[in-house]
């Protein structure tokens, strides 16, 4: 007989944690502002071809396995407090005074089961939070618990047109550790309220060294690689954690400013007999950035990989940066 019970889409959720030590999960998670919840990207390892000249799959002779394939997942919500964790963890830097700073003697971290965790070594715990299943006559727990995660993406933006200009995030997530399936949800902690902003809360703004721009939009996009690394057949589970290969942390910027007097400088900038790398870029609630409370980022150092017309309104730019090490610093609550 077919189940009658039906659950809403809202009744999931994405919770995280910081692991106490690599490749060990942490159960009680803090839920995420998610605007919509995905299962990770579960790649098994498979062969499904005919074999020895047979025209169709044998299946006593094909192959699959999830050892040694690594799983993604991807979330966007509201930034909060708690997404914002999740900066220490794709630049391996511990935060000071409420910020992360990075520079160039940035070095990749060394990653491996079992390790202690702190900022510079940090991974993470994510749980797919998801109602227990029931036939009526009994229940079953129904979360996917990921464990050893390694932060590859995270990106802030927010656009004036769009979500009434709140600033949001989105994150990705990567592990080579095999997931917990029909996990407890176990104690989840609430979403919490705090450090969520709007566009309009950046008081200082300087985009490739234009200050006070009329900005429209902005997205801050930070990449670090990690690659799980060989397979223990003996404990299940991968040898190592590469980090930072080819690169990383790659930081690039995007933002929509106005075409105006103040940004006239921003073509000559980019299409230059010399590469402009002295941009600086800014965007907090205050001119001096270590005075700033909320979140925001600066950079010493930049340049422009891209400039287009945007029609609105009145015209603007779409202005694409890469920003350089020198010193990028933000905040993290």
């Known amino acids: ?115 202690t965790t702190a900022a510079a070594t940090r991974t993470y715990t994510v749980k797919v939070l998801s109602p227990q299943t029931t036939d009526n006559s009994s229940v079953a727990d129904n979360c996917v618990e990921l464990t050893g995660c390694t932060v590859t993406n995270f990106s802030v933006f927010a656009d004036s047109t769009s979500d009434s200009g709140r600033v949001k995030y989105s994150a990705t997530l990567k592990t080579g550790y095999t997931p ?33 721009p009329v900005m429209q939009s902005f997205n801050l996009s930070i990449e670090n690689p990690a690659d799980y690394i060989g397979w223990d057949p003996s404990n299940n589970r991968p040898y190592a954690i590469s980090r930072s290969v080819p690169e990383g942390p790659v930081v690039n910027l995007s933002s929509t400013v106005k075409l105006d007097y103040d940004t006239r400088t921003l073509l ?21 950035f270590g005075s700033a409370t909320e979140f925001g980022f600066t950079c010493d150092k930049a340049i422009i990989t891209g400039v287009s017309f945007n029609e609105q309104a009145a015209m603007m730019y779409n202005v694409e940066q890469k920003l350089l090490f020198g010193t990028f610093v933000i905040r993290n609550t």
Do not use: C, W
């Open 268 to 288: 000559n900038n980019y299409f230059n007999a010399s590469a402009q790398t002295g941009l600086t870029n800014h965007i907090a609630n205050h001119g001096t």
């Open 1 to 115: 007989m077919a189940n009658l019970v039906a659950h809403q889409p809202n009744d999931f959720g994405i919770g995280i944690i910081h692991d106490t030590t690599t490749g060990t999960p942490v159960d009680n998670t803090t839920q995420l502002f998610t605007d919509s919840v995905s299962l990770p990207s579960f790649a098994p390892d498979q062969d499904l071809s005919p074999k020895s000249g047979k025209f169709v799959a044998d299946f006593e002779e094909i192959y699959s396995s999830s050892k040694n394939t690594p799983v993604e997942i991807s979330f966007t919500g509201l930034l909060n407090d708690t997404a914002m964790t999740l900066i220490e963890g794709i630049l391996h830097s511990a935060a000071s005074s409420g910020a992360v700073t990075t520079t160039d003697s940035y070095t990749a971290p060394n990653l491996y089961h079992g390790a």
């Open 180 to 212: 917990i399936f029909t996990h407890a949800a176990n104690t989840i902690g609430a979403v919490s309220t705090s450090g969520m902003r709007t566009i309009h809360d950046f008081t200082s703004r300087t985009i490739a060294g234009v200050s006070d």
